[in-house]
């Protein structure tokens, strides 16, 4: 059994900092890309995010030089420190893992966590 879960978020005002991180855990072999995804009210899914295994990292151009995602892979756990944040950051942030069990790469995501930036 595999699980992906956040921790952190919360509210803040704009301007202010936040962070966020994510943890797989269970019976994982490898994980390949680990991801940052927002949704906002009324919006599509973003992805904001992605960090490789080997440390390669995109941003959305929205984020960039604003946030800055990291990885521990000794602990299987990705985090998300946010700075400057806007009120149009305000969204539920998933964290997604591409994790190898059983010889295959399925796709896990965590159940979200809110994030919300007062104006």
């Known amino acids: 059994q595999v699980q992906v879960q956040e921790s952190g978020g919360g509210l803040v005002q704009a301007v202010g900092s936040l962070s966020v991180s994510c943890v797989a855990s269970g019976k994982i072999f490898s994980i390949n890309d680990m991801d940052w995804y927002r949704q906002a009210p009324g919006k599509q899914h973003e992805l904001v995010a992605t960090i490789t295994k080997a440390g390669s990292i995109t941003y959305v151009d929205s984020v960039k030089c604003r946030f800055t995602i990291s990885r521990d892979n000794a602990k299987n756990t990705i985090y998300l420190h946010m700075n400057s944040l806007k009120p149009e950051d305000t969204a539920v942030y998933y964290c997604?893992?591409?994790?190898?069990?059983?010889?295959?790469?399925?796709?896990?995501w965590g159940q979200g966590i809110q994030v919300t930036v007062s104006s």
């Open positions: 997604h893992a591409e994790i190898l069990l059983d010889l295959k790469w399925h796709d896990y």
